[in-house]
Nanobody
């Protein structure tokens, strides 16, 4: 059974930082591309960042220079370091394996207060 479990969300003031983690089990982690997406109520889920099995990264323009995606293949975990957070970063953040048609976590809420 494939499981993706996100953690690290919470409430932070604008300008602050959070680091999200996603622990993955049930798949061969190191061969899979991983990604982070986010969703605001009433809107479609949107791409945030991806990291390939060869550690190539890609980011949405809205988070470039502020967010960093990384992975630890020994720990089967993908991370999202979020710095200089803005109110508009408020969303539920989802981890995905082999996005967008693979497996998804349940999401973790990130709330940025202005």
């Amino acid at each position: 059974q494939v499981r993706l479990v996100e953690s690290g969300g919470g409430l932070v003031q604008a300008g602050g930082s959070l680091k999200l983690s996603c622990a993955v089990s049930g798949i061969i982690f190191y061969i899979n591309d991983m990604g982070w997406y986010r969703q605001i109520p009433g809107k479609e889920r949107e791409f945030v960042a991806t990291i390939t099995s060869s550690f190539t990264t890609d980011y949405a323009d809205s988070v470039k220079g502020r967010f960093t995606i990384s992975r630890d293949n020994a720990e089967n975990t993908v991370y999202l370091q979020m710095n200089s957070l803005k109110f508009e970063d408020t969303a539920v953040y989802y981890c995905a394996a082999r996005p967008p048609f693979g497996w998804w976590g349940q999401g973790t809420q990130v709330t940025v207060s202005s």
